[in-house]
């Protein structure tokens, strides 16, 4: 199975989000109900949004993968409609953060590349039908990094 972009409406779709544990990029508090996710359930990976954005903001995600969840900043820029089935949507991430362990598990930055392209081209789909989008295309600018505290302190 692959990614899905999808809406999140069952209750059970809500409990398996909230049980990976995001929090909010501005609130830090616990998403328990986003309106939208790209899961794959096989392999128990899903994308949501963390929130952000605007002008002065970048757009933040979570990813848990491998029992870690990878922090994400980024921004899209769309070109054409979804109503004349010419739309693109383009990502540009400009910022990934791990922690420790997931470095140390031996999953590398290919990989894990591959999985946000996966997930990203996904959620691109959220709430569209197929026929809607051309192109999607996902353009990674950041190196993964190593997650810090607030006290400097690896996590």
């Excluded at 309106?35 to 949501?48: T, W």
């Excluded at 870690?68 to 953060?97: A, Q």
């Excluded at 999953?107 to 590349?113: R, V, Y």
């Amino acid at each position: 199975m692959a990614f899905v972009g999808e809406k999140i409406r069952s209750e059970e779709d809500k409990n398996y989000v909230a049980s990976k544990g995001f929090t909010n990029y501005i609130s830090g508090k616990l998403i328990t109900d986003p309106e939208f996710g790209a899961v794959d359930r096989e392999r128990d990976m899903i994308l949501v949004s963390r929130g952000g954005g605007g002008p002065e903001m970048p757009e933040a995600y979570g990813l848990y993968v491998d029992n870690h969840i990878i922090d994400i900043e980024g921004h899209r820029k769309k070109e054409g409609s979804r109503y004349d089935n010419d739309l693109k949507i383009h990502w540009f991430i400009d910022w990934i953060s791990a922690p420790k362990a997931w470095f140390e598990s031996g999953c590398g930055t290919e990989k894990l590349k591959q999985i946000i392209t996966e997930a990203f081209t996904a959620y691109a789909y959220r709430g569209l039908e197929p026929s809607q989008v051309q192109e999607v295309t996902v353009e990674i600018l950041a190196e993964p990094k190593q997650k810090y505290n607030a006290k400097g302190e690896e996590v």
